[in-house]
């Protein structure tokens, strides 16, 4: 079984400038999650998709990041424009069914660098 | 909110070492507890999980008692190999309009050598 792909695995830009991380979770699970994860923190989530609905996006920071999951199955998360701050890898996961408590399946990241 | 501490690393151990990894939490309700893995260059993975008090989680010679009475879910492993050299987190799942929610510790980074 396939696990969850994420493109790019690594990514350099400049400070605002814009950036789009793509995730394929694994096939037929409902629930997709973005994390930040910072040098030294433990993953944090920023949003957290049901099919094709957010389910939690409160810390989202929205005036620079948006996702989409437009038909339910691989998402883009995108920064623009980028600050220093925003240097992380970017985790996403994904789970089923849907609702209580099931393992979360996580992908390799993309390692984000801001200049 | 629901929070969880670990200590910090790294930590520096010999092969076939006995290895405990504290782990706390808040919350204010009866969470799930789980330690994940993340070996280097992987994504996280599951390394065992306890959904209720005085449930026991093991996988891979790793074991770590859900403690209700002290809020705690330490790490431990009675030999330790150089390929468990790897950064364990701590997490706890709390429910969020219906769906789980995962809340993550900083991370230990636990370094074996030979």
């Known amino acids: 079984e396939a696990g969850v792909a994420q493109s790019p695995r690594y990514k350099i830009i400049e400070k605002r400038q814009s950036v789009a991380f793509w995730c394929n979770p694994i096939?037929?699970?409902?629930?997709l999650y973005w994390y930040q994860q910072i040098l030294g923190q433990g993953p944090k989530l920023l949003i957290q998709?049901?099919?094709?609905?957010?389910?939690?996006d409160s810390q989202l920071p929205k005036d620079r990041f948006s996702a989409e999951r437009l038909k339910g199955v691989d998402s883009t998360l995108k920064i623009q424009p980028a600050k220093l701050e925003d240097s992380a890898v970017y985790l996403c996961?994904?789970?089923?069914?849907?609702?209580?408590?099931?393992?979360?399946?996580f992908g390799p990241g993309t390692r984000l660098t801001v200049l | 909110g629901d929070s969880v501490t670990q200590m910090e690393g790294p930590v520096t151990l010999s092969e076939e070492a006995f290895l405990t990894i504290n782990c706390t939490y808040t919350?204010?309700?009866?969470?799930?507890l789980f330690w994940y893995v993340q070996y280097p260059g992987e994504g996280l993975q599951l390394l065992l999980k306890?959904?209720?008090?005085?449930d026991k989680g093991s996988n891979k010679g790793f074991e770590a008692t859900y403690r209700k009475e002290t809020t705690s879910f330490h790490l431990e492993k009675g030999s330790v190999q150089v390929s468990d050299s790897a950064v364990y987190f701590c997490?706890?799942?709390?429910?969020?309009?219906?769906?789980?929610?995962?809340?993550f510790g900083t991370g230990t980074r636990l370094l074996v050598s030979p």
């Open positions: 997490a706890l799942s709390e429910m969020n309009t219906g769906f789980q929610k995962l809340v």
């Open positions: 306890a959904t209720k008090a005085d």
């Open positions: 996961a994904s789970s089923f069914p849907s609702q209580g408590y099931n393992e979360q399946f």
């Open positions: 096939s037929g699970h409902a629930t």
């Open positions: 919350a204010t309700g009866y969470p799930s």
């Open positions: 998709f049901q099919n094709n609905g957010v389910v939690d």
